[in-house]
């Protein structure tokens, strides 16, 4: 699959250059496995005293913040909020706070974002930008910007811009973390060896996530509605995953916080609404097998209700295999890594389910790449 005449899509193209375009944007932002002092500064002066960061974004890059507000959380101690572009620019309310910005978009020219972005300006908030478009508009008149290397995207469904976005809000956690004290040089050099291999680690992977996805397609094609489950930082990825499904196979999904979906969501569970349960664990973190306990529960209570459950679990997991119908495995990894894996298959269920509903995957209906007229 190294040729690009070898796809017959742009969109699984994509899917298969993410590990490139990760270490790509590595590159822009680490320099012999260290942070660089340059980029620090330049995240320092955006950084707010408060330490509270408000992140506004639409889409999928809303999804990459709802990652990013666990991250910043988690590993930096900083109070983060994440806001849809469209509602942060039209409240008209009096923002009491004063956090920095971080703005978030595939393009950079994404009007609600570039609206949100006018609006943190006229408060006088300080604004970083992350686009895959260092020219864009949004990064020019953010005062700063990190641009992802991912390279054109041609796919309307986002995937390599994506996984770049995960990668660049991982790394301003982590200069965040060492510039509040939060992480410490060993803790540092453990989380960047970790980063830096993930590429890899999807590399290996997607063949064999590309024949099961293919594979659970057909199975599921007759599915009239998915319901994507995930636990903290994952369950950004259930968003995620939902989102693609929607935009690529025009199958109607719903991403919650698995916990939820008994208050109310179970109702619609049934032969045609199917579950896709992110179930995968970090048994170094004590937070993260407490919510993977959990998962387990809630599985088996799915499977005495005669639930469809397509789980994501870690290698070797039998304990997630015996509850699910369909298990795909991902190799473990940090809690707040796995998030780059996950969504990797799931953008590959959401290419062939599009492709058993005929649809044309690059460019889905009434959609485009960049949402030019605020909505």
């Not at 864009?136 to 309307?156: C, F, N, Q, V, W």
């Not at 960047?192 to 064999?208: N, V």
């Not at 045609?272 to 937070?287: F, I, M, S």
Request: proline share 5%.
């Amino acid at each position: 699959m190294s040729e690009m005449t070898e796809f017959p899509h742009a969109m699984l193209r994509e899917i298969y250059e993410q590990p490139a375009a990760m270490r790509r944007t590595l590159a822009l932002y680490l320099r012999n496995d260290q942070l660089m002092p340059e980029v620090a500064e330049r995240i320092a002066a955006w950084s707010c005293p408060t330490g509270e960061i408000l992140i506004a974004a639409s889409g999928s890059s809303r999804h990459s913040g709802l990652a990013a507000e666990i991250l910043l959380e988690d590993l930096c101690g900083l109070a983060v909020d994440v806001e849809y572009s469209s509602e942060y620019s039209l409240r008209g309310a009096k923002d009491l706070r004063h956090p920095s910005v971080l703005v978030i978009s595939q393009s950079g020219e994404t009007s609600d974002t570039l609206a949100a972005l006018s609006a943190a300006r006229l408060r006088g908030q300080k604004i970083l930008a992350i686009t895959n478009a260092p020219e864009s508009t949004m990064a020019r008149e953010a005062d700063y910007s990190m641009p992802l290397a991912a390279g054109k995207e041609l796919a309307i469904p986002a995937t390599k811009s994506f996984t770049g976005q995960l990668t660049v809000l991982y790394l301003v956690a982590l200069y965040e973390g060492v510039r509040v004290g939060q992480i410490d040089a060993q803790q540092l050099k453990r989380h960047i060896e970790q980063l830096e291999a993930m590429p890899g680690l999807i590399e290996t992977q997607l063949d064999t996530w590309r024949v099961q996805m293919a594979a659970l397609a057909k199975k599921y094609n007759k599915a009239q509605s998915f319901l994507f489950l995930g636990r903290g930082v994952h369950y950004a990825i259930a968003r995620e995953g939902a989102l693609k499904l929607k935009e690529a196979s025009y199958v109607h999904a719903e991403g919650y916080p698995m916990g939820e979906l008994k208050h109310g969501p179970n109702a619609l569970v049934s032969e045609k609404v199917p579950l896709v349960a992110l179930a995968t664990v970090d048994h170094g973190n004590p937070d993260s097998v407490l919510r993977y306990e959990k998962t387990l529960q809630l599985l088996s209570d799915m499977k005495k209700q005669g639930a469809r459950v397509i789980a994501l679990a870690n290698v070797g997991d039998d304990a997630v295999k015996a509850l699910a119908s369909d298990c795909v495995f991902i190799e473990p990894a940090d809690e707040h890594l796995m998030p780059l894996e996950e969504v990797v298959p799931l953008q590959l269920f959401s290419y062939y389910m599009a492709l058993e509903h005929g649809v044309d995957v690059d460019k889905p209906r009434n959609l485009s790449k960049a949402v030019v007229e605020a909505q």
